[in-house]
C-alpha cells in the first residue's frame, strides 16, 4: 500500500510565497513603473484579487474533486477525450512556463556577474539541483521552502528596511494624477504573477488538514500584497522617476547602501536571496510538469519521468526570448492574458460545467 503524502497548509504558503515572489521582486517594479508611474505601489491591490479568485476557483473545485488534482478531475468533467486534450495542453504550458522561469534566472545570473559562463551551463546546474528535491517528492519540497523561508523573507524585508534611510515621501506625489486607471492597468501586469496562486491546486490534495486550504491560500495572497507594494514604494521613494527606467530596480536600490565603511555592497546578498526562491518556484513548477505528465499518462511512479522532463524544460528556455528586453517585452503585452487563461478561465469553465452537471443530475434524481 502507497503512503499517502501529506503536508501542512502552513508548508504550503511557505512555498507559495517564494514562487509567486522570487522573480517578481526583481521585474515588478520595472513593468509597473512603466505603466503606473508613482502609483505602481497600488498596482497590487487590483492584482491581487486575479489571486483571490485563482485560490477560490482551486479550492471550489478540490471540495468537488478532493483527492484529485486539476489535470485529473478535467477528465472526469469534460470526459476523457477532451480530458486528455485539456491535461496535454496544460502540460506543454508548465513547460513553456518553467522555460520561462529558467530563462529569466540564466539571462539575470549571467548578465550580473557570471558572463563568461554559457547560459545552458547556469540552467542545467539549477535544474539538476531541483530534479534531486522533485525526486525527493512533495514533502521533501514542502520541507524545503518551510526551511528556506525565513533565508528569503528576513534579509528581503531587511534590506528594504535599510533603505527607508534614503527615501523622500514626495516622490510617490501626486497620487492618481491622471486617475486610477494607470495603477489598474499596472495591476493587470501583475496579475501573472498572482495568477500563479492557482498552483495551489496540486498542493490541495496533499493536505493534513483540509478545511485550512483556503485560508492559507488567502493569507498567502494577502502577504504577497503587502510585499509587492511595499517594494513598489521603497523603489519609488529612493528612485523617484528613474525607477521607469532602471533594468532592476530593487538592485539599483540596495546598490545605494552604504552606513560607514563596513557596510556596503549588500547587492550579494539580495542576489542570494533572489537565487534562493528562484530556486523553490523552478523546483514547485518542475514538480507540477512532473506529476502533470504522470497524470496525463496515468503513470504511478512519476519518477521515470524527471530527468527527461528536465531536459525538455531546459530545451523550452532556450527557445524563449533571447534578451531581458524581449522577456520584458512579453511580460508586458502577452503573458497576463496567457496565464489568466490558464489559471482562471479554463479552471472556471471546468468548474461551472460541474456545477452545472450536478444541478442536473440533483434535478434528475
Known amino acids: 500500500m502507497t503512503k499517502k503524502i501529506q503536508i501542512s497548509a502552513l508548508q504550503t504558503g511557505f512555498v507559495l510565497y517564494p514562487t509567486v515572489l522570487a522573480t517578481g521582486i526583481i521585474n515588478m517594479p520595472l513593468l509597473t513603473g512603466q505603466v503606473a508611474k508613482q502609483d505602481s505601489w497600488i498596482s497590487p491591490l487590483w492584482a491581487s484579487l486575479a489571486g483571490f479568485i485563482a485560490i477560490i476557483i482551486a479550492y471550489q473545485l478540490y471540495k468537488s474533486f478532493p483527492e484529485k488534482t486539476f489535470?485529473?478531475?478535467?477528465?472526469?468533467?469534460?470526459?476523457?477525450?477532451?480530458?486528455?486534450?485539456?491535461?496535454?495542453?496544460?502540460?506543454?504550458?508548465?513547460?513553456?512556463?518553467?522555460?520561462?522561469?529558467?530563462?529569466?534566472?540564466?539571462?539575470?545570473?549571467?548578465?550580473?556577474?557570471?558572463?563568461?559562463?554559457?547560459?545552458?551551463?547556469?540552467?542545467?546546474?539549477?535544474?539538476?539541483?531541483?530534479?534531486?528535491?522533485?525526486?525527493?517528492?512533495?514533502?521533501?519540497?514542502?520541507?524545503?521552502?518551510?526551511?528556506?523561508?525565513?533565508?528569503?523573507?528576513?534579509?528581503?524585508?531587511?534590506?528594504?528596511?535599510?533603505?527607508?534611510?534614503?527615501?523622500?515621501?514626495?516622490?510617490?506625489?501626486?497620487?492618481?494624477?491622471?486617475?486610477?486607471?494607470?495603477?489598474?492597468?499596472?495591476?493587470?501586469?501583475?496579475?501573472?504573477?498572482?495568477?500563479?496562486?492557482?498552483l495551489i491546486s496540486f498542493f490541495l490534495p496533499h493536505l493534513k488538514n483540509n478545511s485550512k486550504g483556503l485560508k492559507w491560500g488567502v493569507y498567502t495572497g494577502i502577504a504577497i500584497t503587502v510585499t509587492l507594494m511595499f517594494v513598489n514604494l521603497v523603489v519609488i521613494f529612493v528612485l523617484g522617476r528613474f525607477s521607469y527606467y532602471a533594468l532592476t530596480p530593487l538592485l539599483t536600490v540596495v546598490r545605494y547602501v552604504s552606513i560607514g565603511e563596513f557596510f556596503e555592497h549588500i547587492e550579494a546578498g539580495l542576489l542570494a536571496v533572489w537565487i534562493l526562491g528562484t530556486f523553490v518556484k523552478i523546483t514547485t513548477l518542475y514538480y507540477v510538469v512532473t506529476k502533470t505528465a504522470a497524470q496525463w499518462l496515468n503513470l504511478s511512479d512519476e519518477k521515470l519521468l524527471i530527468f527527461p522532463l528536465g531536459f525538455l524544460q531546459v530545451l523550452f528556455s532556450m527557445w524563449i526570448a533571447k534578451s531581458f528586453q524581449q522577456l520584458s517585452s512579453f511580460f508586458l503585452?502577452?503573458?497576463?492574458?496567457?496565464?489568466?487563461?490558464?489559471?482562471?478561465?479554463?479552471?472556471?469553465?471546468?468548474?461551472?460545467?460541474?456545477?452545472?452537471?450536478?444541478?442536473?443530475?440533483?434535478?434528475?434524481?
Open 333 to 365: 503585452s502577452i503573458l497576463p492574458s496567457y496565464f489568466i487563461t490558464f489559471f482562471i478561465v479554463i479552471p472556471l469553465i471546468i468548474l461551472l460545467i460541474n456545477v452545472i452537471k450536478n444541478k442536473i443530475v440533483k434535478a434528475g434524481s
Open 71 to 198: 489535470i485529473q478531475y478535467s477528465e472526469i468533467v469534460v470526459g476523457k477525450f477532451l480530458g486528455k486534450i485539456i491535461g496535454f495542453v496544460y502540460l506543454l504550458f508548465f513547460l513553456h512556463f518553467n522555460g520561462i522561469v529558467i530563462k529569466e534566472y540564466a539571462n539575470f545570473v549571467w548578465g550580473t556577474f557570471l558572463n563568461e559562463t554559457p547560459m545552458i551551463i547556469i540552467s542545467v546546474i539549477i535544474m539538476v539541483f531541483s530534479a534531486y528535491a522533485v525526486h525527493g517528492g512533495l514533502e521533501v519540497i514542502a520541507r524545503l521552502g518551510q526551511f528556506f523561508f525565513p533565508f528569503f523573507c528576513i534579509p528581503l524585508f531587511l534590506f528594504l528596511f535599510i533603505m527607508l534611510i534614503y527615501m523622500n515621501p514626495k516622490n510617490i506625489l501626486p497620487i492618481m494624477e491622471n486617475g486610477v486607471m494607470p495603477s489598474m492597468k499596472g495591476g493587470v501586469v501583475l496579475t501573472s504573477w498572482f495568477c500563479e496562486l492557482f
